[in-house]
């Protein structure tokens, strides 16, 4: 089926927030998108599984010529549809060839100290990019907008994205949520250079059919030959 709403946020961070008080926190990031439209975007930083851990890997040194007329978007939500013009700047972590998946490495949400878990890492670049005023996009599901304030934010209506990391590879509870071409992610386009952040789940397989949906247990230290 895949996750609904499939699209792309681009805009610029307004406000940050860290979730502590709830079972499967996220990061949360205010962007400002179309004529000072707000949208709350919420990164997973915790699985919700006890099996699995959430996977990271930022790239500073982004190739954005993999994703071709990225920069020619509007401000505001774009929805990427099969069969249409801009399917070329879907994501697809298996596929797309943009990162060495084996670089990807567990992180806890959430440990004392500086610069040690997802928290600390995510923060840096979203203070980075309000710092330099850079557009952001994020990739990922939709929601909203609905006629109340935002739970994070207060803004009103709430609006946003979420399902912002790998939506393909999923098994039992989760496998509706498959699907090629939908994955989630961040990019970050500052003056001179591009920053990537790619996310996943540890219990998600990286051997997918055309639907996304596992073709066996394939995790992301092994490499994926089928797709080479």
């Not at 801009?86 to 084996?102: E, K």
């Not at 907008?145 to 979420?162: C, L, V």
């Not at 003056?191 to 639907?211: G, P, R």
């Amino acid at each position: 089926m895949a996750v609904e709403n499939y699209g792309v946020l681009k805009g610029t961070v307004h406000d940050t927030r860290r979730e502590v008080d709830f079972d499967t926190p996220h990061y949360q990031v205010d962007v400002i998108g179309e004529d000072g439209t707000h949208y709350r975007c919420a990164i997973n930083v915790m699985s919700s599984s006890a099996e699995s851990e959430v996977l990271y890997y930022a790239d500073d040194d982004f190739n954005a010529s993999e994703i071709t007329h990225l920069q020619n978007l509007q401000n505001g939500y774009t929805p990427i549809r099969e069969n249409e013009a801009n399917q070329r700047i879907a994501l697809d972590y298996v596929r797309g060839n943009l990162f060495d998946p084996t670089k990807m490495i567990p992180l806890p949400h959430e440990v004392t100290g500086e610069n040690n878990d997802l928290n600390d890492f995510i923060e840096t670049y979203m203070n980075e990019a309000k710092k330099e005023n850079a557009a952001i996009y994020v990739y990922g599901s939709r929601f909203g907008p609905e006629n109340k304030k935002d739970k994070i934010f207060g803004f009103e209506p709430t609006n946003g994205m979420h399902n912002i990391h790998m939506n393909q590879g999923n098994s039992g509870k989760w496998k509706q949520d498959n699907g090629v071409y939908h994955d989630g992610g961040i990019l970050i386009q500052f003056k001179d250079y591009w920053v990537a952040i790619f996310l996943a789940f540890l219990t998600q397989s990286w051997c997918t059919d055309q639907n996304g949906d596992p073709i066996r247990f394939c995790a992301f230290t092994e490499p994926d030959k089928e797709f080479e």
